[in-house]
């Protein structure tokens, strides 16, 4: 079982930067997949980007690539995800997950641990 804690959601404006973290615990020497999905209030939950075990292989959909970067830091048990050039349409509520495989993935079946969420806000 691995538990998994986001913070750094806030209110900014468009255009500004935003930085997530996601610290994992419980069964944290096992090796596995991370990723950050959102979902919109209204709308189905969504990829965002997804980053492997070893941190070699990213995922990134079309609406955040160049603007968005996820990392990890095993020795810390932590992934991030720098967010870049906010607009309003990334307001959501981004969630953090994890799967027990070493490959990421931007299906939402593929991961089998959430965390609870945090809210990006983006006025315009």
């Known amino acids: 079982q691995v538990q998994l804690v986001e913070s750094g959601g806030g209110l900014v404006q468009t255009g500004s930067s935003l930085r997530l973290s996601c610290a994992a615990s419980?069964?944290?020497?096992?090796?596995?997949?991370m990723g950050w999905f959102r979902q919109a209030r209204g709308k189905e939950r969504e990829f965002v980007a997804a980053?492997?075990?070893?941190?070699?292989?990213?995922l990134y959909a079309d609406s955040v690539k160049g603007r968005f970067t996820i990392s990890r830091d095993n020795a810390k048990n932590t992934e991030s995800l720098q967010m870049n050039s906010l607009k309003p349409e990334d307001t959501a509520v981004y969630y953090c997950?994890?799967?027990?495989?070493?490959?990421?993935?931007?299906?939402?079946?593929?991961?089998?641990?959430w965390g609870q969420g945090t809210q990006v806000t983006v006025s315009s």
């Open positions: 980053i492997s075990w070893s941190g070699g292989s990213t």
């Open positions: 997950a994890a799967r027990g495989t070493v490959a990421p993935a931007s299906s939402s079946r593929a991961y089998d641990y």
């Open positions: 419980g069964r944290t020497s096992s090796r596995y997949a």
